[in-house]
């Protein structure tokens, strides 16, 4: 069983903020990994992949991975109320391979407020 | 920039019936994906479609289930006869190359 869990929130943080969102997986032989938000009712959006160790920035989203511990973090700087959402972390056995199925953990809920 | 286009958004179907939900991919992706989501749950994998063929399907994609890319654009997912337990999201997603995966807006089934 290829499990990916999440802390299960929900978390809320101020505006301004850093929101820290964390993520393990039990199969050792995952490549790649992504963060996915999720707006209620809508469909997963990717924010950000991440397929070797240690940090990947993108604006205000960084992306940590550690595959000895099995754990991806993502934090989100100066967080807005926009930010409010489900985020989705996802785990994938391949890379540029037909083994595309995507784990999906059940996410955190985060709340930004003003 | 391109997005994957899924319909219709919302379908409503009498248990046992059959539903075709349809996708059409970013152009130039190569790997086709359908997930579904229950309310409340995880997102779940159903199958994977490449080089005109499923390459993985999951416990859950069954043979009441089947996937079709009838022409270049469009990808499509057949539920032969619907039951209660099919109502969900379901998502389309594509990718160039096997990695990241894109989704669609979803269709929401209902089975009533």
């Known amino acids: 069983q290829k499990e990916v869990e999440q802390n299960s929130g929900p978390l809320s943080v101020p505006e301004g903020a850093i929101a820290s969102l964390n993520c393990t997986y039990s199969?050792?032989?995952?490549?790649?990994f992504f963060w996915y938000r999720q707006y209620s009712g809508k469909s997963p959006e990717l924010i950000m992949s991440?397929?070797?160790?240690g940090d990947k920035e993108d604006g205000r989203f960084t992306a940590q991975l550690n595959k000895a511990s099995q754990y991806v973090s993502l934090l989100i700087r100066d967080s807005q109320p926009s930010d409010s959402a489900t985020y989705l972390c996802?785990?994938?056995?391949?890379?540029?391979?037909?083994?595309?199925?995507?784990?999906f953990g059940r996410g955190t809920q985060l709340t930004v407020w003003p | 920039e391109p997005e994957v286009t899924q319909t219709p958004s919302h379908q409503v179907t009498q248990m046992g019936q059959e539903v075709i939900l349809r996708c059409v991919p970013i152009?130039?992706?190569?790997?086709f994906y359908w997930y579904r989501q229950i309310l409340g749950q995880k997102v779940e994998f159903l199958v994977s479609?490449?080089?005109?063929?499923?390459?993985?399907k999951s416990e859950i994609f069954d043979d009441q289930f089947s996937v079709e890319r009838p022409d270049g654009s469009n990808f499509t997912l057949k539920i032969r006869s619907t039951k209660l337990e099919d109502s969900a999201m379901y998502f389309c997603?594509?990718?160039?190359?096997?990695?990241?995966?894109?989704f669609g807006p979803g269709t929401r089934l209902l089975v009533l």
């Open positions: 997603a594509s990718s160039p190359a096997g990695e990241t995966q894109y």
């Open positions: 479609f490449y080089n005109n063929e499923i390459s993985e």
């Open positions: 152009s130039n992706h190569l790997y």
């Open positions: 996802a785990v994938n056995r391949g890379r540029g391979s037909t083994l595309g199925r995507l784990y």
């Open positions: 199969d050792r032989v995952s490549q790649s």
């Open positions: 991440i397929y070797s160790n």
